[in-house]
């Protein structure tokens, strides 16, 4: 735990935490952000300080312990039977608890991490399989575009994807690849995920089960309430609704903060987009603007991708009247995160530019 293996080449954390290494200077701006973050887990703090996505309103700050992580860091490595000399792939920016992760899971179980800069097209040009990625949906996405690519794909061991839903054409793909991929549920508050869903091979659903040590509840309200005492400091009440099994599984049906009142109706925005989705081509999102007979309408916007006057017939033809949305806007493009998720404040934002009256 007090040394790394970067791209093959062994570092110890004393070197790390006094200087930067030329083998760091040499390469890329992204390895200058990888040995910032390493200087940081080497400094004598115990804590260290996380930035939340901001998918739902201003990215939060939050203070964790390292030895939180590393126990989050084990949880994963001992899932996947990870060790020394096991090949990983950073691909995911270090501003956020995925890259960050990827990172402490090295440190922790000696695995040897290929460093590629963060882009769409992250194992472009790769030739050596990798034991355990983790990548969000639109790389695993355009990685399929190739052959090239998908070979590779299809060639890391374990492969788990997250940081937003992944669509079900998409899902649909990776069925038949040979490899284990999955789905991950979690957030910065867990120190990455908590619960997985495969999705290729035997076993593929659409329950998440949690991984060991982790237990979940509901509240009043039906949101996940998480107990994970390895990696958090108490209970985490999350605001997503989900329905929980009797065997613990569960299902995520959407978050709190996106059920909207429209004409005494609640609709779960995530529902609606699930139908949606595979109908609609490129990114789009349900919102919704007040409205003086409803309280809410339903907006959606959709990018320049998609045809306007199909998605009307799609919308007439898969929602009930009372979830179809009042107007339907073309936008230059869907606002996301830094980590990729929608922006849900930024796309109410925008929808209320464009329909300042409804």
């Given at each position: ?138 790389q ?8 090239e ?55 593929t ?11 979940l509840?509901?509240?009043?309200e ?6 994970a ?14 329905e ?8 995520i ?106």
């Open positions: 735990m007090n040394r790394i293996t970067v791209d093959g080449t062994l570092y110890r954390g004393k070197e790390l935490a006094e200087g930067h290494p030329a083998a760091f200077a040499a390469t890329s701006p992204f390895h200058h952000k990888l040995y910032l973050f390493l200087r940081e887990w080497f400094s004598p703090s115990p804590l260290l300080t996380l930035h939340t996505s901001g998918s739902t309103g201003k990215p939060k700050e939050i203070t964790v312990h390292k030895r939180k992580m590393l126990h989050s860091a084990a949880i994963t490595c001992d899932f996947f039977h990870l060790g020394e000399g096991d090949r990983a792939l950073l691909c995911l920016p270090l501003e956020y608890i995925a890259g960050k992760m990827m990172v402490v899971r090295a440190l922790y179980a000696g695995l040897d991490l290929m460093v590629v800069e963060p882009s769409g097209h992250p194992l472009a040009g790769i030739t050596k399989p990798f034991d355990f990625a983790a990548m969000v949906p639109l695993v996405y355009n990685s399929l575009r190739t052959d690519e998908r070979r590779e794909l299809s060639q890391v061991g374990n492969l788990i994807i997250g940081g937003g839903a992944i669509d079900p054409a998409l899902e649909e793909a990776l069925e038949s690849l040979p490899n284990k991929i999955y789905s991950t549920y979690g957030m910065t508050e867990t120190l990455s995920h908590i619960a997985l869903r495969r999705i290729s091979g035997a076993g659903g659409r329950y998440y089960t949690p991984l060991p040590g982790v237990s509840r509901l509240s009043e039906q949101t996940l309430i998480i107990d005492p390895r990696v958090t400091d108490g209970p985490v009440v999350t605001h997503d609704v989900a929980i099994r009797p065997d613990g599984s569960f299902h049906i959407g978050r709190k903060d996106n059920v909207i009142n429209t004409g005494g109706i609640k609709v779960q925005v995530e529902e609606v987009e699930r139908v949606l989705r595979p109908h609609i081509s490129g990114n789009f999102a349900i919102t919704s603007l007040p409205h003086p007979k409803l309280g809410e309408a339903l907006v959606l916007l959709i990018g320049p991708e998609a045809n306007p006057d199909r998605t009307r017939e799609v919308v007439a033809e898969c929602l009930p009247r009372v979830r179809q949305p009042l107007h339907i806007l073309v936008v230059e493009a869907i606002p996301l995160t830094g980590s990729g998720k929608t922006d849900r404040a930024a796309v109410k934002k925008l929808a209320g530019y464009r329909l300042p009256l409804l």
